[in-house]
Structure formats: C-alpha cells, structure tokens
C-alpha cells in the first residue's frame, strides 16, 4: 500500500531507538495522525501511553528505511491473514491437545509463536519472513514458509490459520493429512453453516475424523484487532 508525502514526512522525522518509534514533537493534524498510526499498527507497532512511543516486536530501522524508499508497506494483518492467538486462548488450545512426552509438535502460521510458547519443544512454519525473523530470534525452530506445500508428519499440530476465502479450510486438511495423532486448530464458524462444495466435504472429513467443533465466546480475537466469528476444531489425524 502506498503513503502520500505528508505521511512519508512524519515517519521520516520520527525518532527510532531499537524497537521503539517516536512521533515528532509538533502537534498532527488528526486525520494525518490516524493515517500515520495507521500504517505502524499494519507494520507491528503498538502505542504504548507509557512509553510515549509506539513499539514493536523487533528493529523497526530497517523496515521504515524500506517504507520511505519504496514509498510502499505491507500491512501484514491483509497480506498475510496474521491475527495473533490470544495468550489465553493459546494455552487452551495446546491444553486441548494434551502433548505427550517425545511426541513431535508444529505450529504452522506461526506468526510470533503465540501457540507455541506453550508447547515442548516445537517446530514452526510462517509465510511472513519479518515473523520468521522474529521466531528464530526468539529461539524457536523454523522449519518451512508454506504450510501447504509442507510434507512432513508430526503428532501434534495446534494452529491459528488464515482464514480469507476459506483458507482455514485448505489449511486444516493439510493438517489433518500430515499430524500422526491430533489436530487442533482455530477456524471460523461458518464451517458450521455454509453449504458450498468445499464446507460440506470438509464437514465430511471432520465426521471421518472423529472431530468436534467447538464454538468459542464472540470478540475472542477483538484484542487482535479482528470481531471474526471463530471456534475450535478437534480431531484425529489420518495417520492415527
């Protein structure tokens, strides 16, 4: 996506220290404040009141010289479908799961690991390559980018895909092909109402599997900046 000049102006007299981004000491116009706040939430950033700057996961350097040279950014939330697990709800889902000792465990659309930080040991797959930064430099093994063009088995796998154009299907029976033992995952609830092709043979797979879906309380993912209806699918892998 594209910034006018006006933005690329701020951005470029902002104060960067490591992780952290500092507005310029003027006071902004209102609509050029929401558009520049705009453009640090889609690249990572977090208004910390505290902090009176906005924070990120990582070095913020390197990506605002690539906006300011392209005149472009990513918003990985549209791009990339990256709704964070909320910590909670992660611990849940891997709960749910009920890892066994030496049982091999993947989180595919890793993001920043929000799944599995609470696994033993797990090995990751993330598309976006800041988060595959972000996840090695925090210790986590990566092991592949796309998920769907991955092929090798593991027992457990816990996930949060994406869900656009029905891709948390895709995603889910790639997951149920490949695990040994168990899939959990986050899906939308529409799983549970549409009727094209693709749900209903879905929902079939489901039955075969064993599985179970499980609602989850409205606005679960609202402090990931999305109201999307979601819940849970439970069940066996086809290696099982």
């Not at 465990?105 to 799944?115: D, K, T, V």
């Not at 695990?179 to 879905?202: D, G, W």
Request: net charge negative; proline share 5%.
């Amino acid at each position: 996506m594209r910034i006018n000049n006006d933005t690329a102006d701020v951005l470029g007299n902002s104060r960067i220290e490591n992780n952290k981004l500092y507005l310029p000491d003027v006071q902004l116009e209102r609509k050029l404040y929401v558009t520049v706040n705009k453009v640090l939430e889609a690249i990572g950033g977090k208004w910390s009141r505290k902090e009176k700057a906005h924070l990120f996961d990582q070095p913020i350097l390197d990506i605002l010289d690539e906006i300011l040279l392209t005149g472009e950014y990513t918003d990985a939330k549209t791009e990339y479908q990256f709704f964070e697990t909320p910590d909670e709800l992660a611990r849940d889902l891997v709960l749910m799961a009920n890892i066994q000792p030496g049982e091999t465990c993947l989180e595919p659309s890793a993001g920043y690991g929000a799944i599995a930080k609470f696994m033993w040991d797990p090995s990751c797959i993330e598309l976006n390559p800041n988060n595959r930064t972000h996840l090695r430099e925090h210790g986590f093994e990566v092991v592949g980018d796309d998920f769907l063009q991955f092929s090798e088995p593991y027992d457990v796998i816990v996930a949060n895909p994406p869900f656009s154009k029905q891709q948390d299907i895709d995603h889910v029976t790639h997951m149920i092909e490949l695990a040994q033992r168990r899939v959990i995952s986050v899906m939308s609830n529409s799983i549970q109402f549409r009727t094209n092709r693709k749900t209903l043979e879905f929902r079939e797979l489901l039955e075969r599997q064993g599985g179970e879906i499980i609602d989850l309380p409205d606005n679960s993912f609202k402090e990931s900046g999305t109201g999307v209806r979601t819940c849970v699918v439970r069940c066996r892998g086809k290696h099982d």
